[in-house]
């Protein structure tokens, strides 16, 4: 607690009257600091290609989800702009119009309004660029949607009309977009004009939005834009420089994240950008959706539990090792729920697994992604059969019952900007077993020897990010799954552990608080 100096000899009346003091002043700051964002009630646009529980192909749908209910007990009220899906349209249509738009950029759309678990939706109704099969970014056959450089374009375009208030009776006072699938918002906006101020948060730098310069007409955007000090990128244009050049304050998912990517190694093409934008990048760790992943009520496992229920998770591992066809034991179950690609190095899995095998254990990988790395995975599996289960595809209620089963999580990511398996992953009581970068090396804590004896360990943790270390990882947690009361007190510590989105929403309303304050004051 903040203020207290313990150091003094104080007699205990007077440390709990100073204990007492200092715990008002805390409550009277954060009261403060809510109010210093509630003063005027916020009301914030967001814009986003996906959101849980409607439309979710990773961990942006499920920060674009959970983010808006935390920020409500700020006093922040959230409306998310999202393409009209077709999974999204069956639910919007059942309402009327909000207003209809009659060129965006040559296309007509009717904006619908939907409600749902408690999040507030603008829904862009055009059928012609969101209303077909496949998922937000590919078409059923998994290649790219050939026009995305319009329809995100046309996502962004809408967020900005209304943000400049195209919409009768509701202006926001500050945008929210995310990635570069909304980037271009904020170059909207300042083409039109407009101050509103725009946070852009960056999910993961490897997706730019990167396209010819041909295109600016078709964007709607001035020749003018094609400079390196606004959207040029190596020859061609980037929807994400766009919005990093001109959103007025940029967030990532991590502290440490933000730190990496202002070098070459991380910055994948964009460090010297940020490294000019430093002065408003900043790390927000993400949180999790507490409602959504907890294992005491999760409605997706057979058997739930909590920590003093514990032992309750062996039946959902025998359920688990029965439905993927894997020998029934009593050795480690490993599993790793992932997006199955190169950022994710589930190739340096498919080489290693072996390890997993020799001491006993079992291996489960749900994902999809890159066709090659998902057939080394599959042709492992083939050589340890009954040890090692592949599932490709997307699985909501499996992911969910993978986490209530499995022993540890494994993400041996190249880099990561937050990730949020691991955090689901303790939650649920499996102890993650993670490469050191971005959010994974400041979410867990290595279980070596100074943290296990100070009950601090939360997983373990490899570096450098390679096939041996990933090894070296693993039979370190195998070894400690044979000592059964140093497991018992990892997973309790994991699930200790306090992810939830309250710290971080936090400093979300501080950061909208501050740049609405600013355009406040500039205007009066
Ligand atoms: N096959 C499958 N079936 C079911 N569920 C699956 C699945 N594959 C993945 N998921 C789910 O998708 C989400 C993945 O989120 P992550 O944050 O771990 O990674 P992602 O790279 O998508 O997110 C990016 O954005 C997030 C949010 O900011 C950052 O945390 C992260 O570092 C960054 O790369 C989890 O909810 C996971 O359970």
Not at 455 to 469: D, I, K, N, S
Not at 511 to 520: D, S
């Amino acid at each position: 607690m903040a203020g207290v100096d313990l150091t003094l000899a104080l007699s205990r009346a007077q440390f709990i009257q100073r204990v007492r003091e200092a715990y008002y002043r805390e409550e009277d700051e954060v009261a403060n600091r809510r109010r210093a964002v509630t003063r005027v009630p916020l009301h914030v646009l967001a814009v986003t290609s996906e959101i849980y529980p409607l439309v979710k192909t990773g961990g942006l749908a499920d920060v674009t989800g959970a983010l808006p209910k935390a920020l409500a007990t700020f006093g922040i009220e959230t409306h998310t702009l999202i393409p009209g899906y077709p999974s999204i349209l069956a639910l919007a249509r059942l309402h009327p119009p909000l207003m209809e738009f009659d060129d965006l950029l040559g296309e007509k759309a009717t904006l619908r309004h939907l409600e749902i678990d408690g999040i507030s939706l603008f829904v862009l109704d055009a059928p012609d660029l969101y209303d077909r099969p496949g998922g937000p970014y590919v078409d059923e056959n998994g290649y790219d949607h050939h026009d995305n450089w319009k329809r995100f374009a046309v996502l962004s375009l809408a967020g900005a009309e209304i943000a400049a208030g195209a919409l009768p009776g509701w202006r926001p006072d500050l945008v929210h977009t995310h990635d570069w699938q909304s980037a271009l918002t904020s170059v909207y906006l300042r083409q039109m004009g407009s101050p509103v101020p725009v946070v852009l948060t960056i999910h993961n730098l490897a997706f730019q939005g990167q396209y010819s310069s041909d295109l600016l007409p078709l964007i709607g955007l001035p020749p003018e834009v094609f400079s390196v000090d606004s959207m040029e990128y190596f020859g061609d244009i980037s929807y994400l420089k766009g919005g990093l050049m001109t959103a007025d304050h940029i967030t990532v998912v991590s502290p440490t994240y933000a730190r990496e990517i202002l070098s070459p190694t991380f910055g994948m093409g964009l460090d010297g950008v940020l490294n000019t934008r430093i002065d408003r990048l900043q790390g927000i760790v993400n949180g999790i959706d507490n409602e959504v992943w907890n294992p005491s009520t999760d409605p997706y496992l057979p058997f739930r539990f909590d920590m003093k229920t514990l032992r309750n998770k062996k039946n959902n591992k025998a359920l688990l090792l029965e439905r993927f066809n894997l020998q029934p034991g009593d050795g480690p179950l490993f599993s790793a729920v992932t997006r199955v690609t190169w950022q994710k190095g589930m190739d340096m899995l498919a080489e290693v697994a072996d390890e997993i095998f020799y001491r006993g254990g079992r291996l489960i990988v749900l994902g999809q992604g890159d066709h090659a790395i998902e057939n080394a995975l599959k042709e492992t599996a083939a050589r340890f059969p009954g040890k090692m289960a592949v599932s490709v595809g997307y699985n909501e209620p499996t992911a969910h019952l993978i986490h209530g089963g499995s022993d540890s999580i494994i993400q041996p990511s190249r880099f990561e900007p937050c990730g949020l398996t691991q955090l689901y992953a303790m939650r649920y009581g499996c102890v993650p077993v993670v490469s050191r970068t971005g959010g994974l090396s400041e979410t867990i804590i290595d279980a070596n020897d100074a943290a296990l004896s100070a009950r601090a360990a939360t997983g373990f943790q490899f570096h450098p990010v390679r096939p041996e270390g990933l090894r070296q990882a693993l039979r370190r947690a195998a070894d400690a799954y044979e000592d059964k009361r140093k497991w018992a007190r990892l997973q309790l510590q994991a699930m200790r552990a306090d992810y939830s989105w309250d710290r971080s929403a936090e400093s979300y309303a501080e950061v909208y608080g501050r740049l609405t304050e600013q355009r406040f004051q500039a205007t009066h």
